[in-house]
């Protein structure tokens, strides 16, 4: 099986537990204002890799790796069947499997349709990047019904998730907001980790080189003490959440 590959990474530190194997899919059907990696949209660029090939170059690097394969994108379920090839050939050989998504495309109504990635998944990270579901078509271009249905899915079967949210200012800078994010993540019963992230504008110049202009062009990147208060905010709504569970 073949899938279309926009790079890969042999030394990831930021992208799951431990120095990973990252896997960058191409094509995304999300716009984020913010996105630092735009050449990873079109479903046509990148290169064809089969899933040996991918294996072959995890293998090359692999007495450094010692987190595993995290995919990321582009957005994965883009092509989930590539990525459940992948994942169970490795899990195979006692690796590691991460995937790193925003869960778009995805409806209960096809839930079965991921379970044999799923089933050879041990973590995912989930980006939820904004509460609102209006906010986050602006944000987007792309309702977040997708993105929740995905996260209860995904912790129904059993499956470890990291939540992501990423701070931009004056987009998903309040607090009722994030607040809002820990009382759904406290309905995840695999949550096991909360990872807030500060607006930056380092993929401006790929804008730039493509032609394209910066959506953000006039947003300063955040202040990381805002990101650490977000978090906060969002654990207390986790433990709340639990609280008023009981």
């Known amino acids: 099986m073949k ?9 990831g530190t930021v992208d799951g537990p431990g120095v990973r194997f990252v896997v960058f899919m191409q094509g ?3 716009r984020c204002l913010y ?3 735009p050449d990873t949209w079109d479903f046509s660029g990148g290169c064809e890799m089969s899933v040996d090939e991918i294996i072959a170059e995890y293998d090359k690097g692999s007495a450094f790796t010692n ?4 995919v990321t994108g582009g957005e994965p379920l883009m092509q989930k069947g590539f990525v459940a090839e992948l994942f169970r050939k490795v899990k195979s050989k006692g690796v590691h499997t991460c995937i790193d998504t925003s869960g778009a495309g ?7 349709d ?3 990635l799923l089933g050879n998944t041990d973590l995912v990270m989930l980006d939820v990047k904004h ?6 078509k602006k944000l987007t271009g792309m309702g977040n019904k997708s993105v929740f249905d995905f996260a209860e899915y995904v912790s129904s079967k059993g499956v470890d998730i990291w939540l992501r949210h990423v701070v931009v200012p004056d987009i998903t800078d309040r607090e009722d907001d994030w607040y809002k994010i820990g009382l759904f993540a406290s309905g995840l019963p695999t949550l096991k980790a909360v990872d807030v992230l500060a607006y930056h504008d380092l993929g401006k110049s790929k804008y730039e080189a493509m032609g394209l202009e910066y959506p953000l062009k006039d947003t300063l990147p955040l202040d990381n003490k805002i990101a650490e208060k977000a978090k906060e905010t969002i654990i ?3 433990k709340d959440g639990i609280k008023n569970k009981l």
């Open 236 to 238: 207390k709504g986790i």
């Open 35 to 37: 996105c630092h990696n």
């Open 106 to 112: 995805f409806t209960s109504d096809r839930a079965a």
């Open 3 to 11: 899938g279309r590959i926009h790079s890969t990474e042999s030394f």
């Open 28 to 30: 995304c059907p999300m």
């Open 67 to 70: 987190g595993g394969i995290t």
């Open 114 to 116: 991921y379970d044999e």
């Open 131 to 136: 509460i609102d579901d209006e906010e986050h």
